[in-house]
């Protein structure tokens, strides 16, 4: 199966970035972002395809994330920029085993890292 490590998590101020990055164990179909907040659900950020041509993005994050990814590396990134106390969160990187569109659904990814925390000061 596949395996996803992420990295780039820490503490930041507000306004600032960070790029989180997932490496993979082999090239994964459709990849995606999500985080989670201390008593919340499991929040949807971002997808991208197998070639990158097609990502879709919640509407709450696309004016200050970025998905992108590297095959030749099997790696996936998301590039935060002002960064907000309430982005304050854990960030998982997950992989879907056979799907070819940018899902937003949680259900459609088989494979998940074991997480990388953000922290947001104000």
């Known amino acids: 199966q596949v395996q996803l490590v992420e990295s780039g998590g820490g503490v930041v101020q507000a306004g600032g970035s960070l790029r989180l990055s997932c490496a993979a164990s082999?090239?994964?179909?459709?990849m995606g972002w999500f985080r989670q907040a201390p008593g919340k659900e499991r929040e949807f950020i971002a997808a991208?395809?197998?070639?990158?041509?097609?990502?879709n993005y919640a509407d709450s994050m696309k004016d200050r994330f970025k998905i992108s990814r590297d095959n030749r590396k099997n790696m996936v990134f998301l590039q935060m920029v002002n960064l907000k106390p309430e982005d304050t969160a854990v960030y998982y990187c997950?992989?879907?085993?056979?799907?070819?569109?940018?899902?937003?659904?949680?259900?459609?990814?088989?494979?998940w890292g074991q997480g990388t925390q953000v922290t947001v000061s104000a």
């Open positions: 991208i395809t197998r070639a990158a041509t097609n990502t």
């Open positions: 997950a992989a879907t085993s056979d799907y070819t569109t940018p899902s937003v659904g949680s259900w459609a990814y088989k494979y």
């Open positions: 082999e090239r994964p179909f459709t």
